[in-house]
C-alpha cells in the first residue's frame, strides 16, 4: 500500500517568507507527528497528533512554528517568518498504534 | 539534552563483518526501542523493535540485544553487506510514542 507522502519534496524560501508542508499519512493512521533533522541537531520531535488533536506540541521551536491535522488525515506545517537556522529536512511519520511508526521522504528546506 | 546516547559515529566494516552499535538511555518510563535505518535522501525506515521485557530479538540479520538493568541496548548487522551501508538511529519512545533519537551511526561496509 502506499506509504507516507510529503510535499514539496524541496523548498527554496527566502528569509522572512512564510512555508506551508504538507504531510499525506497512511489511510487509516490516527496517529501522526512531525520530526525535524539538521545537521547539528539530529532528529528532534517537532509535534504529535491523535486523530485531531495535538496532545503534545513541545517540541516546536518558537511560535512561529504552526501544525494542523484535518479530518483526521492531512497534516500541515506551517512556518512563519523563516529564518536561516529553519533550514532542515522536515520529517512526517504517521502510526497506527503509537509505536510503530513510518516516515516519509521528508520535505528539505532551504532558507536563503 | 540528548536522552538516547548513540555511539560509535560511525564505523568501517569489511563485507560479512558484525557492525555493533550501541545506545544507552536514562528514561526508564520509555518502553519501546526502535531501530531505524536511513539512506541518502530517504526518511528513516523502521527496522527492527525491542519492548524492555525481552533481552533479544532477531529478524533477518538483523539482532537487538536489550539490558534492561544496564539501560543499553545494541545493533548488531550479521554477515553484513555493502547494501548495508546507512545511517542507523536508535530510539526510545514513552507513554505518547513520540521518538527520542540517538546522535546516528554511519556504517561503511566495504566489499
Not at chain 1, 502506499?2 to 504531510?23: F, H, I, Y
Not at chain 1, 536561516?84 to 521522504?105: I, K, W
Not at chain 2, 553487506?81 to 546507512?86: I, K, M, R
Request: hydrophobic share 30%; charged share 15%; net charge neutral.
Amino acid at each position: 500500500g502506499a506509504g507516507v507522502s510529503q510535499s514539496p519534496s524541496n523548498k527554496v524560501t527566502e528569509k522572512g517568507k512564510d512555508v506551508e508542508l504538507r504531510c499525506d499519512p497512511i489511510s487509516g493512521h490516527t496517529a501522526l507527528y512531525w520530526y525535524r533533522q539538521s545537521l547539528g541537531q539530529g532528529l528532534e520531535f517537532l509535534i504529535y497528533f491523535q486523530g485531531n488533536s495535538a496532545p503534545d506540541k513541545s517540541g516546536l521551536p518558537s511560535d512561529r512554528f504552526s501544525a494542523e491535522r484535518t479530518g483526521g488525515s492531512v497534516s500541515t506545517l506551517t512556518i512563519q517568518r523563516t529564518q536561516q537556522e529553519d533550514s532542515a529536512v522536515y520529517l512526517c511519520a504517521s502510526s497506527l498504534m503509537t509505536y510503530e511508526q513510518y516516515f516519509g521522504p521528508g520535505t528539505r528546506l532551504t532558507v536563503t | 539534552q540528548q536522552q538516547v546516547k548513540q555511539s560509535p559515529q560511525s564505523l568501517i566494516v569489511q563485507k560479512g563483518g558484525i557492525p555493533i552499535i550501541n545506545c544507552a538511555y536514562e528514561n526508564t518510563a520509555f518502553d519501546y526501542f526502535p531501530w531505524y535505518q536511513q539512506f541518502p535522501g530517504k526518511g528513516p525506515a523502521l527496522l527492527i523493535a525491542i519492548r524492555p521485557d525481552v533481552s533479544e530479538k532477531k529478524e533477518g540479520r538483523f539482532t537487538i540485544s536489550f539490558n534492561k538493568s544496564a539501560k543499553q541496548f545494541s545493533l548488531h548487522i550479521m554477515d553484513s553487506q555493502p547494501g548495508d551501508s546507512a545511517t542507523y538511529f536508535c530510539a526510545a519512545t514513552d507513554s505518547w510514542g513520540k521518538l527520542q533519537f540517538g546522535a546516528g551511526t554511519q556504517v561503511v561496509v566495504t566489499p
